[in-house]
């Protein structure tokens, strides 16, 4: 058997913090029959999760209807809202091309698998806790279906089945990275233990997608490239960003010469794709092209640096912010070809991951807050060390906070309405992000510094295609 690495023995960190508890694991230490790795990083990933739940019980008390209370407690979620302003309490499908219902309802501007998760969600609280049918609330206004009787019992039920659902997939993520490097399972805890995971996990949806993209690179590293590719695809009809996995696949590939790797991960990626949005396609073109228009046609907005241009005085067009984006993104990413190419040793697919998404985030017109977690799983499998980890997320806590305190209107400065500290904490943010890069640059292009390298040789080991070995890390 693989011995494992002991983290308190690994992590200078965690070396430091055991001191207080006996100190680091002797050698004539005994492992838990029970408490396996991977038990102890699910316990910890389900405690994060009630935590992030606990603290949005603010406005789970005040059913959501305080603007003012849910950025003073910074417990804002897009869940309960989407209930009624996007039809879900007439359990209406989210790609219904009707005239009627598309005049009273914004269609869903999110990809195919959140539309499908939400709509479930609305049925399953229906079901549970509906208590008739949901016509009469045809008869009135989008801004009026929320005082109709049991919609708001039904709207809490609504963010129950999808806080449910979120906890399954971040258990599922949790579980997925405490298997991607077997000696390394408790690599894992950076995931299941993060504050950001605690403050975000709600917020949205986005764990689908995390949880998607965790199986992917278990996937990966047990060299199955067909499943790779159907969970990147289910990953990008859940939000775009699992796409830039591919990215990484194709610089391991083109190191090792994987032709037919490389296509059969990007042929099952888009016949996933293809798949999981052939029902919105067929039932609602018009409304199934939403989400791309959205994203094309909005301007500067909330968290991102062009954001604080606009507001500095920089003339920013929706127009310049989308063709400079578009470039620059595609220079990171070229960046990162030459530097995967040119590296020692074939990097690590959570290294290159983390880097060609991070760069799409500090190019991109938007940076919620819960954007965050689209890097957590690649960054934490990239550098897996508590000191890196917490100095990347101070800047992630610092955003969300003031991102609350900005949209309710609490940090003009003295001498006038600029929000100035909001931009500095957007730049802090994008710092502390770059400096993780430069981190994860750094190992790639002196592997020494790699610590799963140095402690899981078999992070290297991959199959045999034709003549060469590829490498799935």
């Not at 960054?379 to 101070?394: E, H, S, Y």
Request: charged fraction near 15%.
């Amino acid at each position: 058997m693989t011995e494992r690495v002991q983290p308190s023995l690994d992590d200078p960190v965690l070396t430091a913090l055991s001191e207080g508890i006996g100190g680091p694991v002797g050698g004539h230490a005994r492992p838990a029959r029970w408490w396996t790795p991977v038990r102890v990083v699910l316990a910890l990933a389900a405690l994060a999760f009630a935590l992030g739940m606990l603290q949005k019980q603010p406005c789970w008390a005040d059913d959501w209807t305080d603007g003012h209370e849910r950025y003073v407690a910074m417990c804002y979620s897009d869940v309960p809202y989407l209930y009624t302003g996007r039809g879900f309490a007439e359990l209406l499908w989210p790609y219904d091309d009707d005239a009627e219902v598309r005049a009273k309802y914004e269609v869903m501007e999110y990809p195919v698998g959140i539309a499908y998760a939400a709509w479930a969600a609305a049925h399953v609280s229906h079901w549970l806790l509906g208590d008739g049918s949901v016509e009469p609330r045809a008869e009135v206004g989008a801004d009026q279906v929320l005082q109709q009787p049991g919609v708001l019992r039904e709207q809490r039920g609504f963010v129950v089945a999808t806080t449910l659902s979120l906890a399954v997939a971040t258990l599922a993520a949790a579980w997925a990275l405490a298997r991607v490097h077997r000696r390394r399972p408790y690599d894992a805890a950076l995931f299941a233990a993060s504050p950001v995971l605690v403050v975000n996990a709600l917020v949205n949806w986005d764990l689908l997608a995390v949880a998607l993209v965790a199986g992917a690179l278990l996937a990966w590293s047990r060299q199955r490239p067909v499943l790779t590719g159907v969970l990147i695809g289910l990953g990008v009809a859940t939000k775009l960003y699992p796409l830039f996995l591919l990215g990484g696949i194709v610089v391991i590939c083109l190191r090792s010469r994987a032709w037919r790797t490389m296509l059969t991960v990007a042929a099952a990626t888009a016949l996933a794709w293809l798949l999981a949005n052939l029902p919105a396609m067929a039932t609602g073109w018009d409304e199934w092209m939403h989400f791309w228009r959205f994203n094309d046609e909005r301007g500067a907005d909330l968290g991102s640096l062009w954001l604080v241009l606009a507001q500095a005085g920089v003339p920013v067009s929706t127009a310049l912010v989308n063709n400079v984006s578009l470039v620059g993104f595609g220079l990171w990413c070229l960046v990162v070809l030459v530097i995967g190419l040119r590296a020692p040793e074939t990097p690590r697919l959570a290294q290159l991951g983390f880097l060609v998404v991070a760069g799409f985030l500090v190019f991109n017109k938007v940076y919620s807050p819960q954007y965050v977690l689209w890097l957590l799983p690649l960054a934490v499998m990239a550098r897996p060390r508590w000191r890196d980890q917490l100095a990347w997320q101070a800047g992630e806590l610092l955003y969300f906070a003031s991102v609350w305190w900005y949209l309710d209107n609490q940090l003009a400065s003295g001498g006038g309405t600029q929000p100035v500290f909001y931009w500095l904490a957007i730049i802090v943010r994008v710092a502390c992000e770059l400096w993780l890069v430069a981190v994860v640059v750094r190992d790639i292009r002196r592997p020494a510094y790699d610590v799963v390298r140095r402690t899981d040789p078999s992070a290297d080991e991959g199959p045999v295609e034709g003549r060469r070995r590829e490498v799935y890390a």
